[in-house]
C-alpha cells in the first residue's frame, strides 16, 4: 500500500500476504516489497504500478523463503508463530539504512571536494562544447 495509507499512525512499509481459503489457515506466506529503483515511497506522483509486482508474481510459482542482509524478504509463517508475535504481522522487516553523522569539519571537506569534482567535470564539457564551436 501507499506509504501515507496510515501515516502518521504507523511507517510499516508494503508487504503483500498471501492466504489460501480452500481451508482454514494453517500457515501465510509474507513476501516483503521493495521499493523500486528511484521510488522513496509510492505516492500520487510515483504510483505502485503493476509491474512492480513482477519480482513477486515470479516468486509465487516457486516459492521459497529469501533472506537479504539478515532480513526476511520471503517467510512462510504457521498461525502459531504469529499468535507468538502477538498478531503482528509486519514479520518481513525491511533493512534499515543507517545514517552517518559525521563530524561538521569532515562534512565541509567532502562537500569542498565533490564541488571541486563536479566543477572540473563541467569546465571539461564547456572545454570540449567550446572546441566544436571553433572557439580558443
Partial sequence: M?????APYTSITT????????HPTEETWFYRLDMPEGYKN???????????????????????EIEVDGF????????DEIAANGYNIDLCGFPHEE???LDPMDLINQYQ???ASL???IDHVLEKITSMLGGN
Fill in 42 to 64: 509510492f505516492s500520487k506522483t510515483k504510483p505502485m504500478k503493476l509491474e512492480h509486482f513482477a519480482p513477486a508474481l515470479e516468486w509465487w510459482d516457486n516459492r521459497e
Fill in 99 to 101: 545514517e552517518e553523522i
Fill in 72 to 79: 526476511p524478504k520471503a517467510k512462510k509463517y504457521t498461525v
Fill in 2 to 6: 501507499p506509504h501515507s495509507v496510515f
Fill in 15 to 22: 508487504n503483500i500476504l498471501f492466504f489460501d481459503n480452500t
Fill in 119 to 121: 566543477n572540473a567535470e
Fill in 113 to 115: 571536494e565533490k564541488r
